[in-house]
């Protein structure tokens, strides 16, 4: 007669012995499932009636590419790989960026394809307000001199007939036009020789009356005759900029031709690109709209001496005449101060 602990001990053994049997037709199960490829998920349910955990999902890669395969018409033998990179991008509400180099800053739509936004009220401000009310009287001016020529100004004259010349050119031969028309009529004079000044905007007949001026003289007349002659005023740009390679301040105009800015320089008889040959640091940007701060991220441009490259001068720690003026007057500090404007 087998002792009481024998038959536990054998009662154990063959429980044991059920157990393993039965974990082992399971795990068959669920390898022969598995190879077989099952086309639907199966779930399993919960445990226990208090649970609030969803069922539970699974699946394998198989089935769903079986499944797809189905759906998509393709053969029980098609053949599909899963792939790290997904073949199309993720779905998306954002508008696609454009291809860039790598590194490369996004590219704005103002000159040096830089972006810009409406500047503070400042002197500069000042400035072109006064500037855009002389023109306004000048192109009354204009019209009395269409309507009779012979009491026409010798000034209003000439400008005229420069406008009328611009009208007779198109596309880029109208920019060259106007570029070599106002650097042959006005000799260059800074405002601190002719008026005693450190800085003062002439309207563009006053600056032909007197034949003389600076910069920003020269690319206001540009500007107003471009507008003249019918050129979009879109496409108009007159930019204050620091000239790093002679560290002076300076203006240009710029004109969009095409979808590509040419500078119209008083220093060259050509049309400029808008690249980092030129070396300038934009600061501002001026027209029918107003003035305009050049914003980052800037164009890059090869250090000079030092220099911070692409970086506005009021950045790179040299000083500017243009970036000071929310703490200048209109006349600018005391004479001799800073340097003259090219």
């Known amino acids: 007669m087998k002792s009481r602990c024998g038959q536990r001990r054998q009662g154990i053994l063959a429980f044991a012995a059920a157990l393993l049997v039965s ?3 399971a795990a ?9 490829g099952p086309a639907e998920p199966r779930e399993i349910a919960p445990s226990g009636a208090d649970t609030i955990q969803a069922p539970a999902t699974f699946f394998t890669i ?3 590419l079986a499944k797809l395969d189905r759906e998509r018409g393709r053969g029980p033998n098609a053949v599909r790989l899963a792939a790290l990179t997904p073949s199309s991008p993720t779905a998306t509400d ?3 960026e454009a291809a860039s180099p790598a590194g490369a800053p996004p590219l704005g739509h103002e000159p040096f394809g830089l972006f810009a936004f409406r500047a503070p009220d400042n002197a500069i401000w000042r400035k072109w307000r006064t500037v855009e009310a002389e023109i306004a009287s000048e192109q009354a001016l204009l019209e009395r001199c269409r309507s009779d020529a012979a009491s026409c100004p010798p ?6 007939r420069l406008i009328s010349a611009v009208k007779a050119k198109s596309g880029r031969a109208r920019l060259a036009e106007v570029n070599l028309g106002v650097n042959t009529a006005i000799r260059y004079v800074s405002d601190l020789v002719q008026h005693r000044e450190l800085d003062r905007w002439s309207s563009p007949l006053a600056s032909f009356a007197t034949g003389k001026g600076d910069c920003e003289d020269y690319a206001i ?3 107003a005759a471009l507008r003249e002659a019918g050129f979009p005023d879109a496409d108009l740009r007159l930019l204050l900029v620091r000239d790093r390679t002679v560290r002076q301040d300076h203006a240009v105009l710029a004109a969009r031709l095409d979808g590509r800015w040419l500078i119209l320089d008083n220093r060259w008889a050509g049309l400029r690109e808008d690249n980092g040959e030129l070396n300038f640091a934009p600061l501002f940007a001026i027209n029918h709209d107003g003035v305009h701060l050049f914003a980052k991220p800037y164009a890059k441009a090869a250090p000079v001496d030092g220099e911070m490259g692409g970086m506005p001068a009021a950045a790179s720690g040299e000083e500017s005449y243009w970036t000071r003026q929310d703490t200048l007057g209109d006349s600018g500090p005391a004479l001799g101060s800073l340097p003259l404007l090219l």
Do not use: E, I
């Not at 068959?28 to 077989?36: G, K, N, P």
């Not at 000034?155 to 005229?160: D, E, H, I």
């Open 62 to 64: 198989n089935a769903v």
């Open 94 to 96: 954002a508008q696609p």
């Open 23 to 25: 974990l082992t037709g």
């Open 28 to 36: 068959t199960s669920v390898a022969f499932a598995a190879d077989a």
């Open 221 to 223: 007349a540009k500007y």
């Open 155 to 160: 000034n209003a004259a000439q400008f005229l």
